[in-house]
């Protein structure tokens, strides 16, 4: 999670804010089917 997190461009200010989780899940859940299929090319599970 902190390497994807480490590619967003976010302040200090969002990490502290009380809707933090959900839009890490949000983000997360955007990525979803990319990330399903990188790792099926890679054969790699997910």
Avoid: H, P, R
Avoid at 14 to 21: A, N
Avoid at 32 to 37: D, E, T
């Amino acid at each position: 999670m902190i390497s994807y997190l480490l590619t967003k461009n976010i302040d200090s200010e969002q990490v502290y804010d009380k809707d933090f989780v959900n839009w890490c899940a949000n983000e997360f859940k955007q990525t979803q089917k990319l990330m399903g299929y990188l790792c099926f090319a890679l054969d790699l599970d997910y």
